[in-house]
């Protein structure tokens, strides 16, 4: 059975914040659904409004805040993608940046098949609760 995607997710992470866009397949531009403070829990909350988890695609750009909301996404179950921005296509003379248009963009582009994902793939390896570091890298440092 072919996993139906209902809502395309575009998201513009920042330290404090998280913008969010959504778009559903068709022709139909991306609607921006408002920011919330960074907080995995209350992302989720606002992902729950869509449907459930196989049946919504997240796409973030890579940036500082790392990978952590990549992994907490796709252990809810989340189809989930983190864009490098190197590879993410911009039009010619488009200088005006703001997160609201950021979480737009990515949403129409990552409905279209216009990303490429950066390539980051999650360890299968046990993680150290305290430290992040994968259980067989601890084992041999010690």
């Given at each position: 059975m072919e996993k139906v995607i209902k809502f395309f997710v575009g998201l513009d992470v920042h330290k404090d914040s998280?913008?969010?866009?959504?778009?559903?397949?068709?022709?139909?531009?991306?609607?921006?659904?408002g920011t919330i403070r960074h907080d995995v829990p209350t992302l989720l909350k606002v992902l729950r409004k869509y449907g459930e988890a196989a049946q919504v695609s997240v796409v973030y750009e890579a940036g500082p805040t790392g990978y952590g909301l990549y992994r907490e996404l796709a252990a809810h179950g989340y189809q989930c993608q983190a864009i490098a921005l190197s590879l993410?296509?911009?039009?010619?003379?488009?200088?005006i940046k703001n997160d609201r248009r950021e979480c737009l963009r990515?949403?129409?582009l990552s409905r279209a098949g216009e990303l490429k994902?950066?390539?980051?793939?999650m360890p299968r390896t046990k993680h150290c609760a305290t430290c992040g570091v994968p259980a067989k890298i601890r084992?041999?440092?010690?």
């Open positions: 998280i913008s969010i866009a959504i778009c559903e397949p068709g022709r139909e531009p991306a609607r921006f659904a993410t296509p911009h039009r010619g003379g488009d200088r990515l949403a129409e994902a950066s390539g980051y793939r084992e041999h440092a010690t």
